[in-house]
């Protein structure tokens, strides 16, 4: 059984920074992206980064620049360290993963609340 165990989430101030670091228990065989989600009050899930296993990322535009996604694979483990926080930035935050092991998988982790407010 795989479980995705978030940490880092904050109340920090417009401008500051937080990093959410997201650990599997759980071994898992064939993973292959490991990404961070968000969702604010109202509005879908979006996807805010992504790591891929060839070591490339990508970033949603609105947090490009400012959020950096590093992933540490044979701990598997992923962080999203935060930077230059907006008060759009507030969300519940979740940590995915995916990949293939006889079929695809994916696994979620309970999400994390980040609050940027003044």
């Known amino acids: 059984q795989v479980q995705l165990e978030e940490s880092g989430g904050d109340l920090v101030q417009p401008g500051g920074s937080l990093k959410l670091s997201c650990v599997a228990r759980g071994h898992i065989f064939g993973l292959d992206t490991m990404n961070w989600y968000r969702q604010a009050p109202g509005k879908q899930r979006e996807v805010v980064a992504r790591?891929?296993?060839?070591?490339?990322?990508s970033y949603a535009d609105s947090v490009r620049g400012r959020f950096f996604i590093t992933r540490n694979t044979a701990a598997q483990a992923v962080y999203l360290q935060m930077n230059s926080l907006k008060p759009e930035d507030t969300a519940v935050y979740f940590c995915?993963?995916?990949?293939?092991?006889?079929?695809?998988?994916?696994?979620w982790g309970q999400g994390i609340q980040v609050t940027v407010s003044s």
């Open positions: 790591a891929f296993a060839d070591g490339t990322t």
């Open positions: 995915n993963v995916d990949g293939v092991h006889y079929q695809k998988f994916m696994y």
